[in-house]
């Protein structure tokens, strides 16, 4: 734990760290007692080589989580080290569900939250409710999640045909991101980058967005893209990895990605070719304990044993025990999704 932190720390200095807003959060699910507080923050400012940071969240809180935060009277805590100039902001990040979401608002005069959001999940957690509650109050709305782990990147064949018949040329990373940035509720889009390559196409999207800057149509593209998405959707996973590791070595993002990918309808030889390649992935994936890799998880869904220890983890709320089944039935017994992901449309997000 802190890998990210030191190499930011290592990152900011000669000068870099004047020029950063810089975050950090409380790991909530780590702490035990009113102790814990100064312990974290203290490590954390430690492996920042800073003595202040811009805003201090607590991290992922849901109705057990903020509970801590009562208990152990957090706040006094926070407004200490702000009044001591060590915290300049003061926020928390969020994964329950809406009314949950209301009442830690209200609990506190917050300067900023951060909530999974994105075109597909407007009534996921917080959802566009929360969105417009927590911006009504003046605290500034930070988006997670925009791409909803990687998967508003690679849209189905039926929906790609309609991007590529859309007017506006956008990849449909830019899609994503511009229909955030287009709201006057979001404050910042935090998307994650793992190239250059990406680093620079996200800077020529924030470059070209503003607030109300999409069309009519072009609002109507994404509301068709929606529909479709929505059908094709079976397991709204994205890819967050909380519920890891698990205890049997169970690759569980991995095992919902490729049942996700297994219900596209291919469109031409490469997407066909995508989908033999995710066959292949779940049969060379570990069909027994003693084959998973100890480092790198990658178990089949089938090795799941139902302990139920991922499930609280999950920010979506996802019975992975039972849709982890429901992944072997159609990639290890072949059977088709349609008979297997028996959902309706708001079962499904």
């Known amino acids: 734990m802190g890998a990210s932190e030191r190499i930011l720390g290592k990152a900011l200095q000669d000068g870099y760290r004047e020029k950063v807003f810089l975050v950090t959060k409380l790991p909530m699910f780590l702490v035990n007692k009113k102790e814990d507080f100064n312990r974290f923050f203290d490590a954390q400012l430690e492996r920042l080589q800073t003595d202040y940071v811009d805003c201090y969240l607590f991290h992922g809180l849901s109705e057990g989580s903020f509970n801590k935060i009562e208990k152990f009277k957090f706040i006094e805590d926070m407004e200490r080290e702000k009044t001591a100039g060590r915290i300049r902001h003061m926020g928390f990040s969020f994964h329950d569900t809406l009314p949950v979401f209301k009442k830690i608002v209200d609990y506190y005069d917050w300067d900023l939250t951060q909530i999974q959001y994105n075109y597909l999940d407007t009534t996921v957690q917080a959802g566009h409710e929360g969105l417009l509650y927590a911006a009504e109050k003046g605290i500034a709305v930070t988006v997670m ?25 956008r990849s449909p990373v830019d899609w994503a991101l511009q229909y955030l940035w287009n709201l006057p509720e979001v404050s910042v889009v935090l998307s994650g980058m793992s190239s250059m390559e990406q680093l620079e196409q996200n800077i020529e999207s924030a470059e070209e967005s503003g607030i109300g800057k999409l069309t ?33 070595g169970v690759d569980i993002p991995g095992n919902f990605a490729i049942v996700n990918a297994a219900n596209n309808k291919p469109a031409n030889m490469m997407d066909r070719g995508l989908k033999l390649r995710n066959k292949l992935l779940y049969r060379r994936m ?22 139920g220890k991922c499930v609280p983890l999950c920010p ?10 429901k992944v072997h039935q159609v990639m290890g017994k072949h059977r088709k999704p349609a008979e297997v992901f028996k959902k309706t449309q708001a079962e499904k997000l």
């Open 145 to 169: 999640e925009p791409l909803k782990g990687g998967m508003l990147a690679n849209p189905p064949a039926e929906a790609r045909e309609i991007l590529d018949a859309s007017p506006g040329k």
């Open 316 to 325: 979506q709320g996802i019975d992975i025990p039972e849709e982890l089944k």
């Open 216 to 248: 009519t149509e072009e609002n109507k593209t994404i509301e068709s893209i929606i529909s479709i998405y929505r059908e094709r959707i079976l397991v709204p996973c994205t890819a967050c990895k909380y519920c890891m590791p698990c205890p049997v």
């Open 286 to 307: 570990a069909g027994s304990i003693d084959k998973v890799n100890k480092e790198v998880l990658n178990g089949k869904a089938s090795l799941c044993i139902e302990c």
